[in-house]
């Protein structure tokens, strides 16, 4: 089975910089790496969103209020970061690591527990 597992979060003072780290371990039996990874955020009391994505080859993507202030990279095939910088309490939110992978044609999604982000004074 596979696990996906979060590190990095923690609490931070308006303006300053974390970054987040996600680790997928892969059965060795299977390998299937991973192909899309992905953070998202669920603030408090509301609905989960996406943060940023990247595919396999590097290429990232990112929502609005992400581009410009987070950085997504993955390390080895199943390792993504995000560095967050600038943070604000709008940021406040637990932050959850996603990949997906096929195996013979279907489609798998894979997320982590989550690691917890609070940007306060």
């Known amino acids: 089975q596979v696990q996906l597992v979060e590190s990095g979060g923690g609490l931070v003072q308006p303006g300053g910089s974390l970054t987040l780290s996600c680790t997928a371990s892969i059965e060795t039996f299977n390998v299937r790496d991973m192909e899309v990874m992905a953070w998202y955020r669920q603030p408090p009391g509301k609905q989960r969103e996406m943060v940023a994505r990247?595919?396999?080859?590097?290429?990232a993507s990112y929502e609005t209020f992400a581009k410009d202030r987070f950085t997504i990279s993955r390390g080895n095939a199943n390792t993504v970061y995000l560095e967050m910088h600038n943070l604000k309490p709008d940021d406040t939110a637990v932050y959850l690591c996603?990949?997906?992978?096929?195996?013979?044609?279907?489609?798998?999604?894979?997320w982590g527990q989550g690691t917890q982000v609070t940007v306060s004074s």
């Open positions: 990247i595919s396999a080859d590097g290429t």
């Open positions: 996603y990949g997906d992978r096929h195996i013979f044609g279907q489609l798998y999604d894979h």
